[in-house]
């Protein structure tokens, strides 16, 4: 049983920074994907960033050059560095990871989700 859960999220002003954090539990044969969602209200579930198990990562255009995403392997945890927010990045955040087992089939998970409220 995989569980992922985030953690991070909050208020934070126009111009300022939050750090978040997604841990994931249980068996895991093998993560070869890590990745962040936002969902706001009214709009659809965006991919915000994601990177891969090779270290291979990619941005959505509204964050690019502002958020960071990382990862460390052997505590099976993904971060999103936020900088300079904006109101617009105001959402639920929800980190996704993909699982390979041997057989490679592949298999998706998702947090619970964590908001993220920007005030101007």
């Known amino acids: 049983q995989v569980q992922l859960v985030e953690s991070g999220g909050g208020l934070a002003q126009a111009g300022g920074s939050l750090r978040l954090s997604c841990t994931v539990s249980?068996?895991?044969?093998?993560?070869?994907?890590m990745a962040w969602y936002r969902q706001a209200p009214g709009k659809t579930r965006d991919l915000v960033a994601a990177i891969t198990s090779g270290g291979s990562t990619n941005y959505a255009d509204s964050v690019l050059g502002r958020f960071t995403i990382s990862r460390d392997n052997a505590k099976n945890t993904v971060y999103l560095q936020m900088n300079s927010l904006k109101p617009e990045d105001t959402a639920i955040y929800y980190c996704h990871i993909r699982e390979r087992e041997p057989t490679l089939m592949s298999f998706d998970y998702w947090g619970q989700g964590t908001q993220v409220t920007v005030s101007s």
């Open positions: 249980g068996s895991v044969d093998s993560i070869i994907r």
